[in-house]
């Protein structure tokens, strides 16, 4: 086994693996041919000049936190750690690109891309489900520039969704409080089955309880959820369409041979009830049927969707009435879900109900029956009912989270640092688009109160941030702002991923699980400033004075010098 080959199999490639091997791509459109044309051309141009093997460092980072916000989570590093480990560009594909390459492509193009895959090609990347901060390198990729310019697209891709449905899942979670469930109900509204089964993935990283998405549910093993629509509820006219009655007790040892009549009983003494009086007269009939129909279905799993008809004057009732014959037979309803009207106002309300049923009938913690709100839910709306005051204990948020509806794309892009150990910068009039060169390492400096208090970028040779001792901390193109930093803790940030012929022992890709507590912990560390919906404090992303000096040579070595006449 050869060098090159040896190296492939201890990265997994091939089935080799140091560790746990890495699968293929979670979706099988995740190909070699999920790139731009632009970058094929380019790798075409690289290898006519011969220059497809000189070694070139890029880093894929992003300008702007999304949302109005001062944070973002990364998410999709491992899948693209399943793409690279699994990267072969296959004859199928390679006479495509000879249909698609203009005819003067010379044929030993397509041999050079035959014999292609990254086992030369190393990645160190920030831990997914951190918070990240713009201009600092999510990933840095080094490799022959050819196979590194192939990756862009596809790990541009990747990421860019990720991150940006990850960090407004984790947006919801802070405005919503830890104490509420969140449920992500947006498969029928997500950008086609990719962007639904990649939402409940990153939405559940981000801090959501459960997806009503069951593929997502088989493919990353994230609790499901879900229970009945308005059509089950509208398909029932009237309670003599449910034939089979009878309902065992929950520890089996006796059968309710007409569980039907025992909910119209309750029914009838919640009717009677002096405390309740005058909150309703008759129920929607075919609404109890319904809900009755499903109580029999699922006896230990009730949740009624109390809004088809009228939620306090039939739909609370008819679901007590349920609830309370379930409960005399040994089990528990669920609960209730409001998917229209004044979710502040019906919550209250109904948790005054439930109130009220606990204390006129005895029933222990029925006052605590949970209240779930759907609704075209978002951000915005959840502050709203927290200012008004309400009784939601889990929210069903589909529509604005998984579109991402406040902000369409976060704005990765990937960016050549250095070639041949030559920095490189791109300029622009726009400052905010330089680039920083050369290859870096960047480093997460903590204070005494153990916040984060900035994240620094220093050359790759330079001596790394020391605890106790001071740092200058530039920003990276404003003269003016600077601070002497003495950190109390240094975190690096970048890990290998990916080690290619390096010798560089691999990080493992932590289970999802693992990465949303990483998420959540993350965010806890955060100071409260920067986490605030309005204003929040900005986050500082610097330099190393080096570095600052650095940048700015190479800034004005590479600016054309303008002419006046």
Known sequence: ????????????????????????????????????????????????????????????????????????????????????????????????LMQCLPPSCEDGFFDYLRELDCSDVEVYAIPEGSVVFPKVPLLRVEGPIAVVQLLETPF?????????????????????????????????????????IGASKYCYMGGFDATSNVAAGKLFGIPLRGTHSHAFVSSYMNIDEIAEKSLCSSNGSTTCEDFVSLVQSWLGK???SKPLHGIFGETNQ????AFTSYALAFPTNFLALV?????????????????????????????????????????CQARQFFGSVEKEFGVPDFGKTTITASNDLNEETLDALNKQGHEVDAYGIGTYLVTCYAQAALGCVFKLVEINNQPRI??????????????????????????????IMIGENEPPPKVGERILCRHPFNESKRANVVPQHVEELLKCYWPGLSGKQR????PLEEL???????????????????????????VSAKLYDFIHFLWLNEAPVGELE
Request: charged share 25%; proline share 5%.
């Open 156 to 196: 541009v891709n990747l990421i860019n969704y990720a991150s940006l449905v990850t960090t407004n899942a984790a947006r919801h979670r802070f405005v919503a409080g830890k104490s509420k469930s969140l449920l992500e109900f947006g498969l029928r509204r997500a950008q086609g089955p990719d962007g639904g």
């Open 507 to 510: 990080e493992e890709l932590p």
């Open 307 to 347: 809004d088809t008809y009228d939620v306090m004057r039939s739909g609370i009732p008819n679901f007590c009435a349920v609830a309370l014959a379930l409960h005399s037979l040994g089990y528990k309803a669920v609960g209730i879900r409001l998917d229209s009207g004044d979710l502040a106002y019906l919550s």
């Open 270 to 272: 919640i009717q009677r």
């Open 1 to 96: 086994m050869g060098e090159e080959a040896a190296a492939a199999a201890a990265n997994g490639l091939n089935g080799g693996s140091p560790g746990r091997a890495v699968g293929g791509p979670t979706n099988p459109m995740v190909t070699p041919l999920l790139t731009d044309l632009y970058q094929f051309t380019m790798a075409y141009a690289y290898w006519k000049a011969g220059k497809h093997q000189e070694r070139a460092v890029f880093d894929l980072f992003f300008r702007k936190n999304p949302f109005g916000g001062e944070y973002t989570i990364f998410a999709g590093l491992e899948e693209c750690i399943r793409f690279i480990a699994n990267f072969k560009i296959t004859e199928e594909e390679i006479s495509f």
């Open 516 to 542: 949303r507590e990483r998420c959540m912990k993350q965010l806890d560390q955060m100071r409260p400033d920067h986490m605030r919906r309005l204003n929040p404090t900005p986050y500082k992303v610097s």
């Open 286 to 289: 075919s609404e109890l049927a």
């Open 426 to 455: 791109k300029l622009s009039e726009d400052v905010s688009k330089v680039s920083i060169p050369c290859k870096k390492r960047s480093y997460r400096l903590y204070g005494k109160e153990g916040y984060p208090l900035l994240d």
